[in-house]
T-cell receptor, first 117, second 114 residues
Framework: GAVVSQHPSRVICKSGTSVKIECRSL??????MFWYRQFPKKSLMLMATSNEGSKATYEQGVEKDKFLINHASLTLSTLTVTSAHPEDSSFYIC?????????????FGPGTRLTVL | QQQVKQSPQSLIVQKGGISIINCAYE??????FPWYQQFPGKGPALLIAIRPDVSEKKEGRFTISFNKSAKQFSLHIMDSQPGDSATYFCAATLNSGGYQKVTFGTGTKLQVIP
């Protein structure tokens, strides 16, 4: 149980285009999902917290207009990288909070590798 | 500000040996300390976790030791195997806005050689 999927697993796009990444909780409902960014050989940096039916909460330094987050249902959150540039190339990972699971019960997706040419 | 410091950055251990990774935290409000294992190109997976009211937790070959007064905790992997080769992240969580916010350590790349 507690499986989180991400789609796509890899995406290559041209500079200036927008890319949407989906995060789904497959066998549980998640009122809260998180989006992280990970640079090579680095730790995960929290970008934003996504709550179902409300606006996402962004961490300091993360551009809201560039990284659009939508949490339309209890099993789906999307991250859209708008007008992507090469510096946006990174590994994006989502996680979902298991409702009632207690402290720190986040389950992570397999990640999406974004490469912007 | 790095709230969770992790060492070493990389570690090479012989098969059958003990792998030890150390972490230290600053914020005494942290109330849960998970360890994650991440293979290349994959998302992190929860390995084992401990609460600050417990000094040690063991699950199979994995043991967390927790020293609340020193604000330090460590992961011990007994009888290390080549399949354990991965990057390990310690983490600390605290309640923020009704949910647990996770702060990750910097990661330790473990290589277990045959």
């Amino acid at each position: 149980g507690a499986v989180v999927s991400q789609h796509p697993s890899r995406v290559i796009c041209k500079s200036g285009t927008s890319v949407k990444i989906e995060c789904r909780s497959l066998d549980f409902q998640a009122t809260t999902m998180f989006w992280y960014r990970q640079f090579p050989k680095k730790s995960l940096m929290l970008m934003a917290t996504s709550n179902e039916g409300s606006k996402a909460t962004y961490e300091q330094g993360v551009e809201k207009d560039k990284f659009l987050i939508n949490h339309a249902s209890l099993t789906l959150s999307t991250l859209t990288v708008t007008s992507a540039h090469p510096e946006d190339s990174s590994f994006y990972i989502c996680s979902a909070l298991l409702a009632g699971g207690g402290s720190g019960e986040q389950f992570f997706g397999p990640g999406t590798r974004l490469t912007v040419l | 500000q790095q709230q969770v410091k992790q060492s070493p950055q990389s570690l090479i251990v012989q098969k059958g040996g003990i792998s030890i990774i150390n972490c230290a935290y600053e914020n005494t409000a942290f109330d849960y300390f998970p360890w994650y294992q991440q293979f290349p190109g994959k998302g992190p997976a929860l390995l084992i976790a401990i609460r600050p009211d417990v000094s040690e937790k063991k699950e199979g070959r994995f043991t967390i030791s927790f020293n609340k007064s020193a604000k330090q905790f460590s992961l011990h992997i007994m009888d290390s195997q080549p399949g354990d080769s991965a990057t390990y992240f310690c983490a600390a969580t605290l309640n923020s806005g009704g949910y647990q916010k996770v702060t990750f350590g910097t990661g330790t790349k473990l290589q277990v050689i045959p």
